[in-house]
């Protein structure tokens, strides 16, 4: 039977979890307690779930792939974008633990209930700020960020996040179309801009000033 454990382990086995930080969260942090009800017997499979409002939770590979790439360290401030089930921002806020800031934005009203609700559950809500409002644009009232976390496919990286992310930076962003785009990591260095490729994803649009309309 699918446990938490036999998850994680099996992100590790095929090369998904690489850190131990990224292991040692991804097992406090219960996936169970963050999809619906109708989907708590899918919680430990390694697929993508549906929420509500034509939105997804994503796969644990998925979300494994995109914290080792992010490369989160103690005591950071991350903005993620696209809040969901409040699973990624959770793991977050146990990567950049004590003196760490978790800031999380959702523009669906309904999503955005249903994270606050079940981010109450986690451990570290202490360090995690969730706004409802255009992801988009970013969280200007909080910036500069260590890192963003985009969990939604833009049509291209928005501006507002590229100012938004401190110098020597990094985001990890879906960009292309509104099925299928390319996962990007962008670091800043100054007013250099360097983009590495890791290849295709599916993930629901960006919608938005500038994401899709």
């Given at each position: 039977?699918?446990?938490?454990?036999?998850?994680?382990?099996?992100?590790?086995?095929?090369?998904?979890?690489?850190?131990?930080?990224?292991k040692r969260c991804m097992l406090a942090v219960d996936r169970a307690r963050f999809v619906p009800e109708r989907c708590r017997w899918e919680a430990?499979?390694?697929?993508?779930?549906?929420?509500?409002?034509?939105?997804?939770?994503?796969?644990?590979?998925?979300?494994?792939?995109?914290?080792e790439l992010l490369d989160v360290e103690y005591g950071m401030k991350v903005l993620e974008i696209g809040t969901g089930s409040g699973y990624h921002a959770c793991l977050l806020a146990c990567l950049v633990g004590d003196g760490g800031r978790v800031v999380t934005v959702e523009r669906i009203p309904e999503v955005h209930e249903y994270?606050?609700?079940?981010?109450?559950?986690?451990?570290?809500s202490d360090r995690i700020r969730a706004v409802l409002g255009d992801g988009s644009l970013g969280f200007k009232e909080e910036a500069p960020y260590d890192r963003i976390l985009v969990t939604c496919g833009a049509p291209d990286v928005p501006p507002p996040l590229l100012e938004q992310l401190a110098d020597d930076g990094l985001m990890v962003i879906p960009v292309g179309g509104t099925f299928f785009q390319e996962l990007i990591r962008v670091r800043k260095k100054g007013k250099k801009i360097r983009k590495e490729r890791f290849g295709d994803v599916a993930f629901v649009p960006m919608m938005g000033k500038y994401g899709w309309r």
């Open positions: 039977m699918q446990n938490l454990e036999s998850m994680v382990r099996r992100l590790v086995s095929i090369g998904y979890i690489k850190s131990e930080r990224v430990y499979l390694d697929r993508p779930l549906p929420l509500m409002c034509g939105q997804t939770i994503s796969a644990p590979h998925m979300v494994a792939l995109m914290l994270a606050v609700e079940r981010l109450k559950r986690c451990p570290h």
